[in-house]
């Protein structure tokens, strides 16, 4: 009889979004009047814009004919998109970026879970708490994190704690990590590094042959001067970092499904034997292996953000949702809730009520204010008596959360 992959079982039966989910479904059900407020998953609620949605239009009318139909496009994306990618994100900031180095896919979700992949099962993997689950469970399927103990917490994995002491900013490993994933601006905490804070992670990485899976999904929403948006900005990043890029929440691509991954040439890891192996080289097998490229209609959309006016409408975006933090942010300060991030990322962590876990909070959101937001426990031990609000919903729902949470 066929033996399952046994590391899929180790993990929580359902994953945390699953759960908000099946939570929202059980109480409209039992109260199907109910006019609930979500603001919870990081999805987008404006439509796409109008540059990205004529390019798509434009390229689907190219579909109809035989001379410019499109069948398979290169597995890493066209040059297109990855020429206007490397111009726009990394070039116009005087980040030596090639093409050749960004992989073009359907979301950084995707590739921030498919990247263990080029990675021994035996590298140790340092990930921070409260985190994005993704890191954890997919390095559990893939039998890096070892065993679940008490409160999900695997044996094999290095927590580095991230809290109000610390000021959201984790300290360096006190054993050696071979992985080490930052998502920064920070999901679910909002919270940011400085260039001389991040500085001090590349720092550790040269010198203990690390490798740093930075995912900078949230960088657009970034309005300090002092946040990096990329971790290349940092002096020699690019011989221990892998980044990862979506326009998901950039550019309302929740639906539509585009993100990159950059993975430069001068990066490299060791063979069992102890040879240097190139990482572009071994992500390019295993993403022309198991992938098929993303679609040449959603490819032209991403290509026309970057357009001028494509530019403008991203931003006007972004302004929305940042309106929206700010509303969430100073509203829940003005309750009397100890609030933290909301300047450079869509989302604001806020403190529970004293005596509340996480979970209790949101029950209590849920069924008495009928407002969804997400349970910190579902991040890590250090998100309990936290809950996470995104600011992605529209301005009317925003504002009447906070009215609701006021009274």
């Known amino acids: 009889m066929a033996q399952i992959n046994d590391n899929f079982i180790k993990i ?20 199907p009047e109910a006019n609930i407020i979500r603001m919870g998953i990081g999805d987008v609620s404006l439509p796409l814009p109008d540059a990205a949605v004529d390019a798509m239009i434009a390229a689907a009318e190219e579909q109809r ?17 990855r020429n206007a990618i490397v111009e726009n994100d990394f070039r116009a900031k005087g980040l030596n970026i090639e093409a050749d180095e960004i992989f073009v896919s359907d979301g950084a979700k995707s590739d921030t879970g498919n990247i263990g992949d080029i990675f021994s099962i035996h590298n140790k993997v340092a990930v921070t708490d409260p985190v994005y689950p993704v890191y954890v469970d ?7 994190a070892g065993e679940p103990g008490a409160q999900n917490v695997w044996s094999n994995l290095i927590y580095l704690p991230c809290n109000a002491e610390n000021n959201f900013v ?6 050696k990590a071979d992985l080490i994933y930052l998502c920064f601006p920070n999901n679910p905490t909002g919270t940011t590094l400085t260039r001389e804070q991040l500085k001090v992670w590349v720092d550790y990485a040269r010198e203990n042959n690390s490798i740093i899976l930075f995912d900078a999904a949230y960088e657009a929403f970034i309005t300090e001067e002092n946040v990096p948006h990329s971790i290349y900005e ?19 691509f929740t639906g539509t499904r585009c993100g990159y991954t950059v993975v430069p040439k001068s990066l490299t890891a060791l063979s069992e034997n102890g040879e240097k192996v190139q990482l572009n080289k071994l992500w390019n097998r295993r993403h022309s292996t198991k992938f098929n490229g993303t679609s040449y209609v959603v490819q032209r959309a991403a290509e ?12 006007a975006l972004i ?29 604001v962590w806020v403190k529970t009520p004293a005596g509340m876990s996480s979970w209790d909070y949101f029950d ?12 910190g426990a579902g991040f890590g031990t250090n998100g309990e008596d936290y809950v996470r609000f995104s600011a992605f919903g529209s301005r009317e729902n925003t504002i009447a959360a906070m009215k609701r949470i006021a009274e």
């Open 364 to 375: 209590f959101l849920l069924k008495e204010k009928n407002i969804v937001c997400t349970p």
């Open 12 to 31: 929580p039966a359902t994953y945390l979004f699953s759960e908000i989910a099946k939570r929202v479904a059980q109480h409209k059900e039992l109260n």
């Open 138 to 144: 997919t390095n559990a399927m893939g039998g890096r």
């Open 170 to 175: 984790p300290d360096l490993p006190t054993e």
């Open 234 to 252: 940092i002096d020699g990043a690019q011989e221990v970092a892998i980044e990862f890029r979506s326009f998901s929440k950039t550019a309302g």
């Open 65 to 81: 004919h035989a001379e410019t139909f499109r069948g398979y496009g290169p597995e890493q994306g066209y040059d297109f998109l």
């Open 304 to 315: 026309a953000t970057y357009s001028p006016e494509g530019k403008k409408q991203v931003r």
């Open 319 to 347: 302004d929305y949702y940042m309106e929206n933090v700010r509303i969430i942010r100073e509203s829940l300060q003005k309750a009397g809730f100890s609030t933290f991030g909301g300047i450079n990322a869509p989302y």
